[in-house]
């Protein structure tokens, strides 16, 4: 209100250099936060995609990994298909903290059963059909013809350096 009062001579005659020149800092501060804010956001743009990305592997991963996954690998119920637990001894953090230059594969294996070609008689293998032995099956239980995977174990074995 009041600049819309007297002309912008008289105005610049109310301020003084050392106020003028107090106001350019001010603006060179104010360009320089924009400048950093616009940085940033370029930086956030880079971060999301990446922790996207990083999120995105470690889905995969236990996905991967998981019970359904072998469910429909296998065709067996989810009943049928025993996960155990990963060993986390070592973990960088786990006691004492460091590396521990170990790791642990998952190892996958079948329990497969039924009947012999030759004689008919129930056969069971706990090696992925490698080798077969005969069994009897429980009173009331119905041994395939055709050879089935029964059940699926995945275990963790230590890796040897």
């Known amino acids: 209100m009041f600049y819309d009062l007297v002309s912008d001579d008289a105005y610049d005659d109310f301020i003084s250099e050392d106020t003028l020149e107090a106001l350019g800092k001010i603006e060179g501060a104010l360009d320089r ?6 940085e940033n956001n370029l930086l956030r743009q880079l971060a999301v995609p990446f922790i996207a990305i990083v999120i995105f592997y470690f889905f995969v991963t236990s996905a ?9 690998q296998y065709q067996v119920g989810p009943g049928k298909v025993t996960i155990a637990k990963e060993p986390h001894d070592c ?5 004492p903290i460091g590396a521990k230059f170990c790791e642990y594969n998952q190892t996958v294996s079948t329990v497969r059963w039924g009947r012999s070609q030759n004689s008919g008689a129930p056969i069971i293998s706990t090696d992925d059909g490698k080798t077969w032995l005969r069994f009897t099956p429980e009173p009331g239980v119905e041994v395939p ?14 890796k040897d350096d």
């Open 64 to 72: 991967w990994h998981s019970k359904w996954r072998y469910v429909v």
């Open 33 to 38: 936060i924009e400048t950093a804010i616009k």
């Open 145 to 158: 013809n055709p050879s089935t995977i029964e059940e699926v174990n995945v275990e963790w074995e230590k």
């Open 91 to 95: 973990d960088f953090i786990y006691a």
